[in-house]
């Protein structure tokens, strides 16, 4: 069963706060990711990290940030939350390589910028 | 490059049979399948490895073409519960793993 834990589960902050979403996993895989996801729409890959201090942009430009400063911890960081950050925001994790390592996900983080 | 997922939303009974096609313009090492549910997050179902595989678990059902750099999910005998948003995620040479853009699959009694 897979290990992977976000919060807060539901976020509704002002516009210009700093917030972060925590995400964390029990099961030592090296490769972490962070999608942002309206409903029923596409998942979209903003940050990923292959282990400690690798980090990387996805294919969605994003204005947050990440580090990975141990293993089992990914957190994404916006410095100054705006209305288009409203969405849901899913961490994944998975062994170090894709090809035959399936993806695991948390339960998400529905921020709502008001 | 994103993969190519079709159709993009289908509507079936109980009962009867859907595929589900995931096609790539890039060379794969793998496709992953993944559903999701309404308000909860991607769920994984399975991988196909490059060299062609077949695969299933219950009524649900996999294959990948390689020559095409395609892939086919089958769901036989759809059940309610087989509702949701299924994703393809590939896994090319020269690029990040990433989801096509999701077909939804709706079973009515």
């Known amino acids: 069963e897979a290990d992977i834990y976000q919060t807060p589960r539901y976020l509704v902050i002002g516009t210009g706060k700093k917030i972060t979403l925590e995400c964390s996993q029990t099961?030592?895989?090296?490769?972490m990711y962070w999608y942002q996801q309206d409903p029923g729409m596409e998942l979209h890959l903003i940050h990923y990290s292959y282990g400690v201090n690798s980090t990387e942009k996805g294919d969605l430009s994003s204005e947050s940030t990440v580090s990975r400063i141990r293993t089992e911890h990914f957190p994404l960081t916006l410095e100054s939350a705006r209305p288009s950050h409203t969405s849901q925001y899913l961490c994944a994790s998975s062994g170090v390589s894709s090809y035959n390592s399936p993806l695991h996900f948390g339960n998400g983080t529905r921020l709502t910028v008001t | 490059q994103q993969p190519v997922q079709s159709p993009q939303a289908v509507i079936l009974r109980e009962g009867e049979d859907a595929v589900i096609n995931c096609s790539s313009s890039k060379a794969l090492y793998s496709v992953h399948w993944y559903r999701q549910k309404h308000g909860e997050a991607p769920v994984f179902l399975m991988i196909l490895l490059k060299g062609g595989e077949q695969k299933g678990h219950d009524k649900i059902s996999a294959s990948f073409n390689e020559k095409k750099q395609q892939s086919s999910l089958y769901l036989t005998a759809s059940q309610l519960s087989y509702s949701g948003t299924y994703f393809c995620g590939t896994d090319a040479y020269g690029q990040n793993f990433v989801f096509g853009p999701g077909t939804r699959l709706s079973v009515l009694p």
């Open positions: 099961m030592g895989h090296d490769k």
